[in-house]
């Protein structure tokens, strides 16, 4: 069974951009999950889609943004882009409250 | 005060030894906890995951949660070289958003 897939796997971009990172998660798996780790701060929750529908949303600022299409796939947006959000971004794929992590996507803001 | 604490570390043991690792935390409605293993540069890797108090076994980990003292433990019994990593420990009130501690690095010498 393949693993969550997670693309780009790494990415440069400066400050005032936009970017879009994609989640593929296990085949069956309706529910994505989405955090943003940082050396700082750790593992923090952005939000959560079940079905095209968010769950559940973290205390993120409304630049950090998501969605998921109806086969489950996930993509997260992060509009003007801040110093700031250079982190790891890793996506969950649920199964009940079992939480299967990717690679995850390492951002870099100049 | 954080809502999970855990002691980064690092913990430095041994070969073969047994490892003891630790959360507290604050908030009395979670459910459910989990750990996690994290090697460097990769996604967080689903070690244990338990819904009740008690101890729970699965090959050399032994996960073990505390309610009444908002305390879980993790402990690696014969610690390998390969187990060297961050371990995460992560927890939920319900629905797929997880609350994670700051990670302890552990080093095991051979």
């Known amino acids: 069974k393949a693993g969550v897939t997670q693309t780009p796997r790494y990415l440069i971009k400066t400050r005032g951009q936009q970017v879009t990172l994609s989640c593929s998660p296990i085949?069956?798996?309706?529910?994505v999950s989405w955090y943003q780790q940082t050396p700082g701060q750790g593992l923090q929750f952005l939000f959560e889609y079940f079905s095209e529908t968010q769950r559940n949303k973290g205390n993120f600022p409304g630049r950090f943004s998501g969605r998921q299409f109806s086969n489950s796939r996930s993509e997260m947006n992060v509009s003007t882009l801040e110093l700031g959000d250079s982190a790891l971004y890793l996506c969950?794929?649920?199964?009940?409250?079992?939480?299967?992590f990717g690679p995850g996507t390492r951002l870099l803001v100049l | 005060q954080k809502e999970v604490e855990q002691d980064p570390g690092p913990l430095s043991v041994p070969e073969g030894a047994i490892v003891s690792l630790n959360c507290t935390y604050s908030?009395?409605?979670?459910?459910?906890f989990m750990w996690y293993r994290q090697y460097s540069r990769k996604g967080p890797e689903l070690l244990m995951y338990?819904?009740?108090?008690g101890n729970k076994e699965d090959g050399r980990f032994t996960a073990q949660v505390d309610k009444s003292s908002k305390y879980i433990s993790l402990f690696i019994r014969d610690s390998q070289p390969s187990d060297s990593a961050t371990y995460l420990c992560a927890m939920g009130e319900y629905g797929n958003k997880l609350v994670f501690g700051a990670g302890t690095i552990l080093r095991v010498k051979s």
């Open positions: 338990t819904y009740s108090s």
């Open positions: 908030n009395s409605a979670f459910q459910y």
């Open positions: 085949s069956g798996h309706r529910s």
């Open positions: 969950a794929s649920n199964l009940g409250e079992t939480q299967y």
